[in-house]
T-cell receptor, first 116, second 109 residues
Framework: GAVVSQHPSRVICKSGTSVKIECRSL??????MFWYRQFPKQSLMLMAT?????????EQGVEKDKFLINHASLTLSTLTVTSAHPEDSSFYIC????????????FGDGTRLSIL | GQNIDQPTEMTATEGAIVQINCTYQ??????LFWYQQHAGEAPTFLSY??LDGLEEKGRFSSFLSRSKGYSYLLLKELQMKDSASYLC??????????WGAGTKLIIKP
């Protein structure tokens, strides 16, 4: 089955630090990747959608200068949380999908980000 | 607006059967997904329905009625490891995935 790898699984760092999260599709070409955020006991919230080689599309209310997304290849997308603050602490999850829009998204294991 | 409704929480007994319902009102329809999410983990794909009817996959089955805007996920022979949240998600006319809030399923011995 489709495998998506996300690293790191957990990050604890000081306020003001920038944090980079990687998402890789290991056995398929991910035309589209998605970045989600999830607070405890709440539903998934889509932050942005990225297609390989083009700029990411951000959801309303998500600051693109704060959450930098790069999708440089068909197997790798990165999310950088710039100058992170305690309110950015959350569970960040990436997913990847092939070239057909009705294919399922396959999720990475998520990154638990804690900003002190 | 677009809306997906599913119960917040359900409780069932080990070995029994449980049905988790999902109703949706979306702008267009290009399929419905069910995902399982254990606490503290990422979702995993369970099923995809785009045509009316029942799709069976082992102990899990998913049903769709497009005319009623309704789907259910049926879990048989429940095991303790089935305790998780079950997320219903619909692909709308723009192929945007609209997520439900999830149903937390609690399995008791």
């Amino acid at each position: 089955g489709a495998v998506v790898s996300q690293h790191p699984s957990r990050v604890i760092c000081k306020s003001g630090t920038s944090v980079k999260i990687e998402c890789r599709s290991l056995d398929f070409q991910a035309t589209t990747m998605f970045w989600y955020r999830q607070f405890p006991k709440q539903s998934l919230m889509l932050m942005a959608t990225s297609n390989e080689g083009s700029k990411a599309t951000y959801e309303q209310g998500v600051e693109k200068d704060k959450f930098l997304i790069n999708h440089a290849s068909l197997t790798l997308s990165t999310l950088t949380v710039t100058s992170a603050h305690p309110e950015d602490s959350s569970f960040y999850i990436c997913s990847a999908r092939g070239d057909r829009e009705n294919q399922p998204q396959h999720f990475g294991d998520g990154t638990r980000l804690s900003i002190l | 607006g677009q809306n997906i409704d599913q119960p917040t929480e359900m409780t069932a007994t080990e070995g029994a059967i449980v049905q988790i319902n999902c109703t949706y009102q979306t702008s267009g329809f290009n399929g419905l997904f069910w995902y399982q999410q254990h606490a503290g983990e990422a979702p995993t794909f369970l099923s995809y329905n785009v045509l009316d009817g029942l799709e069976e996959k082992g102990r899990f089955s998913s049903f769709l009625s497009r005319s009623k805007g309704y789907s259910y996920l049926l879990l048989k022979e429940l095991q303790m490891k089935d305790s998780a949240s079950y997320l219903c998600a619909v692909l709308d006319s723009n192929y945007q995935l609209i997520w439900g809030a999830g149903t937390k399923l609690i399995i008791k011995p």
